[in-house]
Nanobody, 122 residues
Framework: QVQLVESGGGSVQVGGSLRLSCAAS?????MGWFRQAPGKEREGVAA????????YYAYSVKGRFTISQDNTKNTVYLQMNGLKPEDSAMYCC??????????????????WGQGTQVTVSS
């Protein structure tokens, strides 16, 4: 059972920055970030493949968000710059230990963190 612990959420103003962290209790194949705003479906934000370091982004955050990892700590980071009100959501870290599937498909992830709230105010 992989445990995921997120940190780094909070409240910022438009244009501000936040960095989210997600520490896994053991090595995983892919780690990703998803977000869900009230009344909306959960959507994939970004993901990173642990071995190759390949990164994937939703179109809405490309160029503003950067996902990175520290494999020595089984930790991924999501640096969020140029935040907009529409980025406000509960952000959850997720991890896959099985190959196959799509980075943005939540059903392909086996483990989930509790989530951390991000609020962007204008």
């Amino acid at each position: 059972q992989v445990q995921l612990v997120e940190s780094g959420g909070g409240s910022v103003q438009v244009g501000g920055s936040l960095r989210l962290s997600c520490a896994a209790s053991e090595y995983t194949i892919i780690m990703g970030w998803f977000r869900q705003a009230p009344g909306k479906e959960r959507e994939g934000v970004a993901a990173i493949a642990s071995a190759a370091g390949s990164t994937y982004y939703a179109y809405s955050v490309k160029g503003r968000f950067t996902i990175s990892q520290d494999n020595t700590k089984n930790t991924v980071y999501l640096q969020m710059n140029g935040l907009k009100p529409e980025d406000s959501a509960m952000y959850c870290c997720a991890a896959r230990v099985l190959f196959g599937g799509r980075w943005s498909r939540q059903d392909d992830y086996q483990y989930w963190g509790q989530g951390t709230q991000v609020t962007v105010s204008s």
